[in-house]
């Protein structure tokens, strides 16, 4: 009787530990990006501003970083995702946006940071697929 209840405790404690692993697993993405607001404040204030049509993003990023990718309007988060070449979630759902670009920037330790680019004052974009700090000029086409 007692070795049947410990079996059904160990089960059940078992089950749990599954779930949870699972649910883990699934969410790990959206653990891993974050929003950056000073980045994005001072980089929709030096594109407002820029009198030239390139700026330094390595000037406005105060961590380190491997690379940075530039996600145009209605691009969708498996597009995204094949770019990044990892798992990702999409933070603002650009599938459905053509108000901003998407700026991802890709730490060391591999989160995430990222940064809404209103369209407002200029398209912002990169000369080749990304970014990197030692190549971390930004193109910007103004309206």
Excluded: C
């Excluded at 980045?39 to 049509?53: D, G, Q, T």
């Excluded at 995204?80 to 599938?95: N, T, W, Y």
């Excluded at 890709?106 to 697929?129: C, T």
């Amino acid at each position: 009787m007692f070795i049947v209840k410990k079996r059904k405790i160990i089960v059940i404690i078992g089950g749990i530990l599954l779930i949870a692993g699972i649910l883990v697993y699934v969410f790990q993405p959206y653990f891993y990006v974050k929003h950056d607001n000073n980045l994005e404040v001072s980089l929709n204030e030096k594109i407002k501003e820029a009198h030239s049509n390139s700026i330094s993003l390595g000037d406005l990023i105060t961590y380190n970083w491997k690379r940075a990718y530039f996600f145009h309007p209605y691009s969708d988060e498996a597009d995204m995702k094949k770019k990044l070449g990892v798992k990702f979630h999409d933070p603002v759902d650009m599938s459905l946006r053509d108000d901003i670009e998407l700026l991802v920037v890709v730490k060391e330790d591999g989160s995430f940071e990222y940064a809404k680019v209103k369209l407002d004052y200029g398209m912002a974009s990169a000369k080749d697929n990304f970014l990197t700090p030692e190549n971390d000029a930004i193109e910007i086409t103004h309206p």
